[in-house]
């Protein structure tokens, strides 16, 4: 006889990710238990930096039974993400339970019962957990040389919300993912001078080619040999976005695949950051050696196979913004042995299980040239099927 006090399915996290399994797992017939730590479904959208948009476009983000409208034009704002967000739990016929942070989830193997508990002491059992928490889930602060002696402002990009407060401030920008160029160029017309500190040459491409978005040739080439993807994506760099060596951005030395193997840095996609490093308004360094007080020590470019040089200019921003990042902590969340690699990325995704983990699965931590949404909306699927045959079989 079922215990009513375990539940089939507990989903931690009510992103995209979690609210997408969610729908699924209701179609399926199943009733999951939605947990998710912050006040409301879409907080983690909502708290975006101003004038952000989806960078794969309208059709190939839609969701599990989630479409963007028309209206939301080809590249969704950070509103529209919202409120398909918040939408989400009344369409798809579940509840989500807020405010409920997960500190441990931990596997009975003689009761072959997952337990779950929250910060605040909370406790749940489920057979099995589909864990959305995501990539961005923990802040990385590099711990720089005298970093504590700054006396300025740090921030992680995550909590960059718009340009006004910096003002006529000098910037140092850390980091060469998206969030840090879209960041940088943002501020480039409000700050008086803003540079950008890459520690490895980024790849760039245009977000759309004549009107097709990226990710649409991320599709077509999903299951293509990725030697041959990367010289694709080589040829799309040269062509349309060009050399900026002269600029301080040399092209990466590493194909896109195996630099994305490396550090889970996606390509830049955002055209006004290129076109403000051309015009001068965004300067470009290499890493950061250390900090003393108000002074910075930077590398004078990135360090590459042909410059290793070891030159070292000053600067001395007022705020350094840090987009260098974030930590799954999966490792300290989930404590099953072998199941992450040595960054802290699990090594298994999607309706994939491993065997020191059964009925547990993550969904939205993988970010393939073919969408993170759309991959979601994907895997979301499988791991309902997958569970629903699981359940009735076991009943």
């Known amino acids: 006889m079922n215990n009513p006090d375990i539940h089939d399915v507990t989903v931690i996290g009510a992103g995209p990710a979690g609210l997408s399994v969610a729908y699924e797992l209701v179609r399926s017939g199943l009733k999951p238990l939605v947990l998710e730590r912050t006040g409301a479904v879409g907080d983690v959208w909502r708290n975006h930096y101003d004038g952000v948009r989806l960078n794969s476009g309208r059709y190939f983000s839609a969701l599990s039974g989630s479409k963007f409208p028309l ?10 993400v919202v409120r398909l967000l918040e939408t989400f739990p009344a369409r798809g016929g579940f509840t989500v339970q807020t405010n409920t942070d997960i500190e441990k989830v931990s596997y009975d193997r003689q009761r072959d019962v997952w337990h779950i508990i929250s910060t605040e002491g909370k406790q749940f059992e489920s057979r099995a957990v589909v864990m959305a928490i995501g990539g961005c889930r923990i802040p ?61 040459a980024p790849h760039i491409l245009p977000k759309s080619i004549y009107g097709i978005p990226l990710i649409g040739i991320g599709v077509w080439t999903r299951y293509w040999p990725t030697r041959w993807v990367d010289g694709i994506l080589r040829f799309l760099q040269h062509r349309m976005i060009g050399d900026l060596s002269a600029h301080g951005l040399p092209y990466p030395s590493l194909p896109l695949s195996k630099q994305y193997a490396i550090n889970n840095v996606v390509p830049i996609l955002y055209r006004p950051f290129i076109d403000d490093v051309r015009a001068g308004r965004i300067h470009i360094v290499g890493p950061i050696q250390k900090i003393t007080g108000k002074t910075v ?41 072998g199941i992450t690699d040595k960054d802290d990325r699990v090594v298994f995704s999607g309706d994939q299980e491993h065997p020191n983990a059964p009925r547990l699965y993550f969904i939205g931590q993988i970010n393939p040239l073919s969408g993170l949404l759309r991959e979601i909306r994907l895997e979301a699927g499988r791991i309902a099927q997958k569970l629903k045959q699981h359940i009735q079989t076991n009943r």
């Open 71 to 80: 209206s939301a034009g080809s590249w969704p704002s950070r509103e529209e």
């Open 140 to 200: 990385v602060i590099p711990d720089w040389e005298g970093l504590r002696t700054f006396p300025g402002e740090i921030i992680h990009s995550s909590k960059f919300k718009n340009t006004q407060a910096y003002t006529g401030k000098q910037v140092l920008v850390v980091g060469s993912g998206n969030s840090a160029a879209e960041i940088a160029s943002r501020l480039a017309g409000h700050a008086s001078s803003v540079t950008v500190s890459v520690r490895t």
């Open 297 to 337: 020590e930077v590398f004078q470019r990135i360090q590459t196979a042909q410059h290793n040089d070891t030159d070292v200019v000053t600067l001395e921003p007022d705020v350094i913004i840090v987009g260098t990042g974030f930590r799954t902590g999966i490792s300290k969340l989930v404590k099953i042995p």
